[in-house]
């Protein structure tokens, strides 16, 4: 995890560009550099993973070309293979393969790239700059238009622009920059076709294909950790990681000091697969005390992405404080694949598919958001092994006729693919907690508590009428992280398209909270 500042133009202060792109140096401790460059202004800052030396500090340069890239590029060591031939690498960073790349292929490249990234190249023969990111969004990246003269800025949060740029847009997903304008290059959530195979040879393919998901995601030149709810995702990442690397992984859960749901199940899963496993305990004062910061680390106001960041943020924070693990692998994006709770209730397989396609195309406003921010906010690299490009296209053109819970248990092609030894028939066939609420329920009870008290009914009320759009709060809560949202991003509501909410066109979802556990059909989830 790393982050990263250019500018396309050199009419700002160098110091004024060091004073915006400070504020997001945990992205990277190992090593910062401003380099006042005769095309625009670059600045990187360093979380070492792959190539540990000096040598593989960024920008890189070929031929006149640059690049900074936040990233994970997978089979790049095969790549380098490939082109050894004409170029020379001086280190062992997997990043060092784009330019050639880019010069190879062209804009092409990225259809080519199986990674986790954003990143912006300087063409130096064309005078032009571009910038990409990864299909799902997993990497962040934002771009704004300087107040000085109107060029544009890249950075990998939006925190760096904002005193910098009178407009501030999150990138898309997929998409990637050049000659002035946005191009779409991989769609995540379209398939081209649905397979309809068997329930047998489609849940082969999932257990093959999250496998190998995961295999590629341990590689590493530094320690590497595993978040553990006690849920199916996690718990599946876990399990394939230990099989995979036949020794001890170490894994890590949090949950409130009264009524943490899923601790018991996360060392039910820690003690079947033999995980060097931790605990950290939390309290009602740890929860308020860490909101602000939450907030402003995560530049959002949405509800469900608040509630759920409080305990991964608390939990990153002890693992950076009391462990040298520097990459975590996560169990986000299953849920967009797979359903969510409130998915029970699609009316059709045409509906389930779209509710899912929607929701890949905004994960970078929710979990992806999430699990990057509560994860380099603590110097530390997220990898999501549900978010693997192989994986996600599969699971995509899975006929959703098959997708729908119609097996009574969520999730149902996922739990199959893994049966086996992979964990307790317990764990396997457990249904779904909402990650705040497994934390434990009084969390969100807490938070709700602290913003009752903040507002009268009256206050409420009147406050309210102040704002318009299609974020309006609508509760105590809501209007509590908006407001905190407001005094460090004021003007920029507009980050993300709405709280994230159950589709409240389908019947049983019209609910008022966006947790799982206002659902009729929650039943014995979290218990």
């Known amino acids: 995890m790393c982050g990263f500042m250019v500018y396309t133009a050199n009419d700002i202060k160098v110091e004024d560009f060091e004073?915006?792109?400070?504020?997001?140096?945990?992205?990277?401790?190992?090593?910062?550099?401003?380099?006042n460059r005769e095309r625009g202004l670059?600045?990187?800052h360093r979380l070492s993973i792959m190539g540990l030396t000096k040598?593989?500090?960024?920008?890189?340069?070929?031929?006149?070309?640059?690049v900074v890239c936040n990233g994970e590029l997978y089979g790049f060591k095969?790549?380098?293979?490939q082109l050894k031939h004409k170029y020379t690498f001086y280190s062992d960073s997997d990043c060092e393969i784009i330019l050639p790349l880019y010069e190879t292929y062209g804009l092409d490249f990225f259809k080519q790239l199986d990674a986790e990234f954003a990143l912006v190249i300087y063409d130096?023969?064309?005078?032009?700059?571009?910038?990409?990111?990864?299909?799902?969004?997993?990497?962040?990246?934002?771009?704004g238009y300087s107040k000085n003269s109107h060029k544009i800025m890249f950075a990998s949060e939006a925190k760096a622009l904002v005193k910098l740029c009178d407009e501030v847009y999150p990138f898309p997903p997929g998409y990637y920059y050049a000659d002035g304008a946005f191009t779409c290059y991989y769609d995540a959530a379209q398939s081209s076709g649905f397979y309809n195979g068997s329930i047998e040879e489609i849940t082969k393919e999932i257990n093959t294909r999250l496998i190998e998901g995961v295999r590629k995601r341990l590689d590493a030149d530094v320690p590497v950790g595993f978040l553990l709810s006690g849920g199916l995702d996690s718990s599946l990442v876990c399990s394939i990681a230990a099989k995979l690397l036949n020794r001890p992984i170490k894994t890590f859960a949090i949950g409130m000091e009264t009524d943490a749901i899923d601790l018991k199940y996360a060392k039910e899963v820690a003690d079947y697969i033999g995980s060097d496993h931790t605990e950290v305990i939390i309290n009602k004062d740890d929860v308020i005390n860490c909101l602000e910061e939450v907030i402003y680390i995560l530049e959002t106001y949405d509800i469900t992405t608040i509630r759920a960041s409080i305990g991964m943020y608390l939990l990153c924070k002890a693992i950076r404080e009391q462990t040298d693990v520097k990459v975590l692998l996560t169990g986000e994006i299953s849920d967009e694949l797979f359903g969510y709770k409130y998915t029970d209730y699609a009316p059709?397989?045409?509906?389930?598919?779209?509710?899912?396609?929607?929701?890949?195309?905004?994960?970078?406003?929710?979990?992806?958001?999430?699990?990057?921010?509560?994860?380099?906010?603590n110097s530390i690299e997220a990898r999501v092994p549900f978010g693997d490009l192989a994986f996600v296209d599969y699971v995509m053109g899975v006929n959703p006729q098959l997708k729908l819970n119609q097996y009574n248990k969520g999730k149902y092609l996922l739990r199959k693919a893994f049966v086996g030894d992979y964990l307790p028939q317990s764990i396997?066939?457990?249904?779904?907690?909402?990650f705040s609420d497994a934390v434990g329920h009084s969390l969100v009870d807490i938070l709700k508590d602290y913003a009752e008290s903040q507002y009268t009914d009256e206050v409420f009320e009147k406050k309210v009428k102040n704002y318009e759009g299609d974020c309006v709060p609508f509760t105590k809560e809501s209007l509590l992280y908006r407001e905190i949202f407001d005094r460090h991003f004021n003007g920029h509501a507009k980050w993300i398209k709405d709280y994230w909410m159950p589709?409240?066109?389908?019947e049983g979802c019209n609910v008022l909270d966006p947790s799982a556990r206002v659902l009729a059909n929650y039943g014995d989830s979290g218990k």
């Open 19 to 35: 004073e915006s792109f400070i504020r997001i140096s945990y992205r990277g401790p190992d090593f910062c550099v401003i380099e």
């Open 42 to 44: 670059w600045g990187f």
């Open 55 to 66: 040598s593989g500090n960024q920008p890189f340069e070929l031929h006149g070309n640059l």
């Open 78 to 81: 095969e790549w380098r293979e």
């Open 124 to 143: 130096a023969k064309k005078d032009d700059f571009i910038a990409g990111r990864d299909p799902i969004g997993i990497r962040p990246l934002f771009y």
């Open 348 to 377: 059709s397989a045409t509906a389930f598919q779209e509710e899912s396609q929607k929701r890949i195309r905004e994960l970078y406003m929710y979990d992806v958001l999430r699990a990057d921010r509560c994860i380099s906010a």
């Open 428 to 434: 396997l066939m457990r249904e779904k907690a909402a």
């Open 503 to 506: 589709n409240k066109a389908w």
